[in-house]
């Protein structure tokens, strides 16, 4: 009895398999190596008869064509077993221009895992402004898929130029036939065939167009159809090509997504990580140490459809940079850092319960900005900060290029959001650190304390004529510029600290004095900022009770204003000794 158990038990166990697949076959095709490798076709197709703990390492450079997907998941793993796409030193898969299926789908499958790990690249390599293709692209597409983690495209991988955007760029002159219109570039043209065009012309508005298609280019000129004849002088013209993607989920799945983005490399691109969630309840998502940059928008994420409910998102330790070469003429891409939003609310859509915190946001804001860092819409809670508590988060705006950075944080018809020691730099006297606009929801529904806001030149902007801020939440924080910020009261005109203090009855125990901030934007010995926090233990957020560099917060007693709790050593106090 017990020896027929024995072998009924041995008989149900499943060890789990490795396979080696390339583009195409290498070696004697089996799949046991690297040099040996199975086609792509094997995994997508599912020859390899994939179970529940298997790994699938891709092996070698892998040139797509272009227009087409590249991997597809073909079945899913278990709670505790999944099945998992793994990266080997010197993979890249690539195309010169992947289609929206993705170089990596899901394909509907759950309980799975895409590894990086610190060496695999995905990437197109020529889609772009200037380059050869001007497709809407994905890169990794996770639609309708839960427990799913993508991790480790760092290191000497990444996952990269989904679209090389050029911006806005300048022309020298115009002329036309009759049935075509040629510019002349300032320089090396910026811009491709195939390309979408809009050109603002200085002198002739018969040679503005608007979503045009580039017919031919060269490198000093490029051409659209159109009727006008004669020339003219100058003007801009930028790239509206729409739809490029790194990481996309379409129609996330409802219920417990358990989706983990965490530690990538991710570069040029219209949207980093873009996320739409579908009718029903969606919960557990966590964005997580990824490096963003050159994007329009780098997190994305908000309702598709009536009665979607998105809760218990964590976003944290990302550090996202640059939006200026995502400018265009239309204006339609409005540069934000974190986009969350809920444009179905009256339908039974929103967003709670998201913390935000411990990212670092920096570089060229660009002109087309929404918000330097967050940008909240129809974000709504019942209470407390349940709708969006940001915190620990370090914003630091460049206008390098001679554009200044517009709000850093900026609540839109939201409610029960709290922002808590965050630390922004502006560039000399631009832009604002928290503008408030929105009263859908009620008043006094948005929290602000033991926030540094250094050199901005404004401080609060409601754009409401009630409040939005809560009095007694909005406090402790420290507002510095030369010549002192402004604040504007219930949409009213600029005016002084001490005029918006009385105005909205806040800001009691807050300062004006420099910061005296290191060029990592910590506090050095001295700083007014030490000790002149609240003390916020009591809201029980056991992230918020470590500060962004993971020191600990005073459980008792004052903490200091900003991401950054002071960790050096004090000056001594002026002490009176007593001789005996």
Not at 9 to 16: C, G, H, K, N
Not at 94 to 121: E, H, P, R
Not at 325 to 345: E, K, P, Q, S, T
Request: charged share 10%; aromatic share 8%.
């Amino acid at each position: 009895m017990k020896t027929t158990l024995l072998l009924l038990l041995a008989s149900r166990v499943v060890l789990a398999a490795n396979y080696y697949i390339a583009q195409t076959s290498t070696g004697g095709g089996t799949g046991v190596d690297c040099a040996n490798a199975k086609p792509y076709t094997a995994f997508n197709n599912n020859t390899l008869n994939l179970q529940p703990g298997d790994r699938v390492h891709y092996c070698g450079t892998g040139a797509f064509p272009a227009a087409n997907g590249g991997l597809s998941f073909p079945a899913s793993g278990v709670a505790g077993s999944v099945i998992s796409l793994v990266f080997e030193p010197g993979a890249i898969l690539q195309s010169d221009a992947f289609s929206t299926a993705g170089a990596v789908s899901t394909n509907g499958k759950n309980y799975l895992l895409i590894d990086g790990q610190g060496q695999g690249v995905i990437q197109n390599t020529a889609n772009g402004s200037n380059l050869a293709n001007h497709k809407a692209t994905e890169l990794i597409n996770f639609d309708g898929s839960h427990n799913v983690e993508i991790r480790n495209f760092n290191g000497s991988g990444g996952i990269h130029n989904s679209y090389v955007n050029t911006g806005v760029n300048s022309l020298t002159s115009a002329s036309g036939n009759g049935t075509t219109m040629t510019y002349t570039c300032s320089g090396t043209c910026q811009i491709s065939a195939g390309a979408t065009v809009t050109v603002h012309s200085n002198s002739i508005s018969g040679y503005n167009v608007t979503d045009a298609t580039v017919i031919g280019a060269n490198s000093s000129t490029f051409s659209v159809a159109g009727a006008t004849t004669g020339t003219g002088l100058g003007g801009a013209y930028s790239d509206e090509t729409s739809g490029m993607v790194a990481i996309r989920c379409v129609s996330c799945y409802v219920g417990a997504m358990n989706v983990l983005i965490h530690d990538n490399v991710i570069d040029n691109a219209q949207f980093g990580i873009l996320m739409s969630y579908e009718a029903g309840s969606s919960s557990a998502l966590s964005i997580y140490n990824n490096k963003m940059s050159n994007m329009e928008i780098h997190i994305r994420i908000g309702d598709g459809d009536v009665n979607c409910i998105l809760t218990g998102t964590a976003i944290y330790g990302n550090e996202i940079s640059d939006w200026i070469n995502w400018d265009d003429l239309d204006n339609n891409n409005h540069h934000v850092g974190i986009h969350l939003f809920a444009n179905h609310i009256a339908s039974g859509s929103g967003i709670t319960g998201s913390l935000i915190y411990n990212n670092y946001l920096h570089g060229d804001l660009g002109v087309n900005q929404t918000a330097f860092g967050i940008f909240t819409e129809n974000v709504v809670g019942t209470s407390g900060c349940n709708g969006m508590l940001a915190f620990n988060n370090v914003l630091v705006g460049s206008n390098a290029t001679g554009h200044a950075p517009g709000n850093y944080f900026q609540p839109k018809n939201s409610a029960y959001v709290c922002f808590y020691n965050n630390t922004i730099v502006a560039p000399a006297n631009t832009g604002t650190c928290l503008e408030t606009n929105g009263e859908l929801f009620g008043t006094g529904l948005i929290d602000w304390k033991n926030n540094i806001c250094d050199t901005a030149s404004t401080g609060v902007y409601e754009t409401s004529v009630t409040d939005d801020i809560r009095a007694a939440g909005t406090d402790n924080n420290l507002y510095y510029n030369s010549p002192a910020q402004v604040f504007r009261y219930h949409s009213g005109g600029a005016a002084a600290f001490d005029t918006w203090k009385a105005n909205c009855g806040c800001d009691g125990s807050s300062l004006t004095s420099n910061p005296n901030l290191d060029g990592t934007y910590r506090l050095q010995a001295g700083s007014p900022a030490i000790n002149a926090g609240a003390n916020l233990t009591g809201l029980g957020i056991t992230a918020l009770n470590t500060d962004r560099a993971g020191n600990q917060r005073p459980v008792a007693g004052a903490w200091a204003i900003g991401a950054y709790q002071f960790s050096g050593t004090l000056p001594p106090s002026s002490l009176t000794a007593t001789v005996h």
